[in-house]
């Protein structure tokens, strides 16, 4: 396998807690989505990455290289980890300035480059404010200026986007984007899944430290086609319509939710999809509005992670 | 002629070594601590040594005893001692708790920069001010008996070889101390604690078990007579000694570094972070 990151069978315990249960997966250039819920290991997997845990057992690489250790190849990492981890002591161009200088840049080259990651990320004008001031957007936002301010290949960004406002998320997600078009790579964590269906259709999905699924977005979404497939119906005559839609063999169940709507759950999406129009003309039914209640990645992290369970 | 479009090329960064990446952590860590606390504390034994020492050693000049003995009277009282305590607590508590707590340590780290190095710019800073601590009360003292002529310049600077010697031995002692309760834990004041605590419990302790059992040898657990004995052979005063300078020196250099290495242990095994 090849990949910015590739994960082999990676298992990490913290005593009796499995943190990663045998995690293989293969992260491409580009944007990747690390999509799971609080716990399922996603921050284990970033702190392996990022040196700070080794592996128990398995293999993980990261750009070519075994990921435990802080080599010189680390300079071609930036890493923004989920808690805080702030100098609260320090002013931001000072914070900045400092991790930069641990790369090894000059103390001028540091600050040049301090200068312009905090003006990316929106912050010049508080740069010379002291952290423990700092809101936890801005919080996030000089995090994010540290982990690009060296030019790194691959950035690490676990919950980048968590308690930031929407606006700083939009400005965010923008530089994210920006910098993948730069031709760096980034694996971005998170637990609201369409955060990151805004950034990539690039995805891996992990629950109880395993990966569930991984690739495009809409082959993950091939995945769940064995599951029933919800889909809202509007229509001002709900029990003529399910009772045509219950006698199709992929329809495993019609639902009267509230008045004027209909909810059917097929194995078969593509074949509803297909059928449906030619239903309505013939039997001259009228249907206002269709609408699949699983359109969005929750839903599709909720059928994989259900389905191991 | 021929004209061609200019090629850009981004001109490779040069990066530092790993001793500049150090000195960066050293610098940092150095500066965060010179806070109000630290600096009014350090600016007391400054304060209180060279009044103390200007006095005696004019009282020894005029008196004819030894100027020497004068120069080495601070290491006698307890109270120097607790000053280093004191010292060591407010520098060094936090240096490794506070960055385990904060968790900011993951952001060391995930730089091109070993365990080694950062646990040694972490030891180099509060040894720095350990030393400033112990060692620079005297030699500005020394400095100052010798422009008010009080003492030849050739014995102020003998004084000085004195006090750095000892403020080295001091500082070596106290921070691998600090280290070692520092990375116990992530909070600096249960650390500051443990620091005052252990030294204290310790050097009472064996005062007391050395006067019960009759052995001398019990002394050496004791960070007070062990420095008052080297501080004695350091500006050359004569026999008897609390106990044997040269054991005591060896005693307390090979605890700072056991204790700077649990500290190097104790960071390894909690691989840097935990939930």
């Known amino acids: 396998m090849t990949g910015v990151v590739v994960a082999d069978s990676?298992?990490?315990?913290?005593?009796?807690?499995?943190?990663?249960?045998?995690?293989?997966?293969?992260?491409?250039?580009?944007?990747?989505?690390?999509?799971?819920?609080?716990?399922?290991?996603?921050?284990?997997?970033?702190?392996?990455?990022?040196?700070?845990?080794?592996?128990?057992?398995?293999?993980?690489?990261?750009?070519?290289?075994?990921?435990?250790?802080?080599?010189?190849?680390?300079?071609?990492?930036?890493?923004?980890?989920?808690?805080?981890?702030?100098?609260?002591?320090?002013?931001?161009?000072?914070?900045?300035?400092?991790?930069?200088?641990?790369?090894?840049?000059?103390?001028?080259?540091?600050?040049?480059?301090s200068a312009r990651a905090m003006a990316e990320v929106a912050l010049t004008g508080?740069?010379?404010?002291?952290?423990?001031?700092?809101?936890?957007?801005?919080?996030?936002?000089?995090?994010?200026?540290?982990?690009?301010?060296?030019?790194?290949?691959?950035?690490?960004?676990?919950?980048?986007?968590?308690?930031?406002?929407?606006?700083?998320?939009?400005?965010?997600?923008?530089?994210?984007?920006?910098?993948?078009?730069?031709?760096?790579?980034?694996?971005?964590?998170?637990?609201?899944?369409?955060?990151?269906?805004r950034l990539t259709d690039q995805i891996v999905m992990i629950a109880n430290g395993q990966a569930i699924a991984q690739g495009d977005l809409h082959r993950i979404r091939d995945l769940i086609d064995s599951r029933p497939h919800v889909i809202d119906l509007e229509t001002p005559d709900p029990r003529l319509v399910g009772r045509f839609l219950g006698a199709w063999d992929h329809v495993v169940s019609v639902e009267f939710p509230e008045p004027g709507r209909l909810r059917v759950k097929t194995r078969s999406p593509d074949a509803f999809y297909a059928a449906l129009p030619g239903l309505v003309?013939?039997?001259?039914?009228?249907?206002?509005?269709?609408?699949?209640?699983?359109d969005n990645l929750d839903a599709v992290f909720r059928y994989l992670s259900e389905g191991r369970r | 002629?021929?004209?061609?479009?200019?090629?850009?090329?981004?001109?490779?960064?040069?990066?530092?070594?790993?001793?500049?990446?150090?000195?960066?952590?050293?610098?940092?860590?150095?500066?965060r601590r010179s806070t109000a606390g630290p600096l009014a504390v350090i600016a007391l034994a400054f304060l209180?040594?060279?009044?103390?020492?200007?006095?005696?050693?004019?009282?020894?000049a005029l008196t004819?005893?030894?100027?020497?003995?004068?120069?080495?009277?601070?290491?006698?009282?307890?109270?120097?001692?607790?000053?280093?305590?004191?010292?060591?607590?407010?520098?060094?508590?936090?240096?490794?708790?506070d960055d385990i707590g904060s968790r900011s340590i993951t952001l060391y780290l995930s730089r091109p920069i070993h365990l080694t190095d950062y646990l040694f710019a972490k030891a180099a800073a509060t040894g720095s001010w350990i030393l400033i601590a112990a060692a620079g009360p005297g030699c500005v003292a020394a400095g100052l008996t010798a422009a008010l002529g009080m003492v030849s310049a050739s014995t102020a600077l003998t004084a000085v070889g004195a006090y750095l010697a000892v403020g080295l031995v001091t500082a070596v002692y106290f921070t691998g101390i600090s280290l070692a309760f520092s990375s116990l834990t992530r909070r600096s004041l249960y650390a500051g604690v443990a620091i005052?605590?252990?030294?204290?419990?310790?050097?009472?302790?064996?005062?007391?078990?050395?006067?019960?059992?009759?052995?001398?040898?019990?002394?050496?657990?004791?960070?007070?007579?062990c420095l008052n004995s080297i501080a004695q052979a350091s500006f050359g005063l004569p026999a008897p000694y609390p106990i044997d300078p040269a054991t005591s020196l060896v005693v307390m250099v090979l605890v700072g570094i056991l204790l700077g290495m649990l500290a190097w242990w104790r960071l390894s095994r909690i691989e840097v972070v935990g939930e």
């Open chain 1, 126 to 197: 508080d740069g010379n404010r002291r952290l423990r001031v700092y809101s936890k957007g801005m919080r996030q936002r000089v995090k994010f200026a540290q982990c690009i301010a060296h030019d790194p290949e691959l950035v690490l960004l676990d919950e980048p986007l968590n308690g930031v406002d929407p606006v700083g998320r939009a400005s965010l997600s923008v530089l994210m984007k920006q910098f993948s078009a730069a031709g760096r790579h980034l694996i971005v964590s998170s637990h609201v899944l369409y955060e990151v269906e």
């Open chain 1, 281 to 294: 003309v013939t039997e001259g039914l009228t249907v206002r509005s269709v609408r699949s209640a699983d």
């Open chain 2, 64 to 97: 004819g005893t030894s100027v020497m003995g004068a120069f080495e009277s601070p290491y006698r009282s307890v109270f120097w001692t607790l000053l280093m305590l004191i010292v060591t607590a407010m520098v060094g508590s936090g240096s490794l708790a």
């Open chain 1, 10 to 113: 990676v298992t990490k315990r913290y005593g009796e807690v499995l943190g990663l249960n045998g995690f293989s997966a293969n992260f491409p250039e580009g944007i990747t989505g690390l999509v799971g819920p609080n716990g399922a290991g996603k921050s284990t997997l970033f702190r392996l990455l990022a040196g700070q845990l080794k592996v128990d057992s398995g293999r993980l690489t990261i750009l070519g290289e075994p990921a435990w250790g802080q080599g010189e190849f680390r300079r071609r990492i930036g890493y923004c980890p989920e808690p805080p981890s702030l100098f609260d002591w320090m002013t931001g161009n000072d914070f900045v300035t400092t991790l930069l200088r641990l790369d090894g840049f000059s103390r001028e080259e540091a600050a040049a480059r």
């Open chain 2, 196 to 225: 005052f605590g252990s030294v204290l419990s310790v050097a009472a302790s064996s005062e007391v078990v050395s006067g019960i059992v009759g052995n001398t040898n019990v002394l050496y657990a004791d960070p007070n007579t």
């Open chain 2, 1 to 31: 002629m021929s004209i061609s479009a200019p090629r850009y090329v981004r001109a490779p960064v040069a990066h530092l070594g790993r001793t500049f990446r150090d000195l960066a952590v050293l610098q940092r860590e150095f500066l």
């Open chain 2, 48 to 60: 209180s040594v060279v009044i103390t020492v200007t006095f005696t050693v004019d009282f020894a």
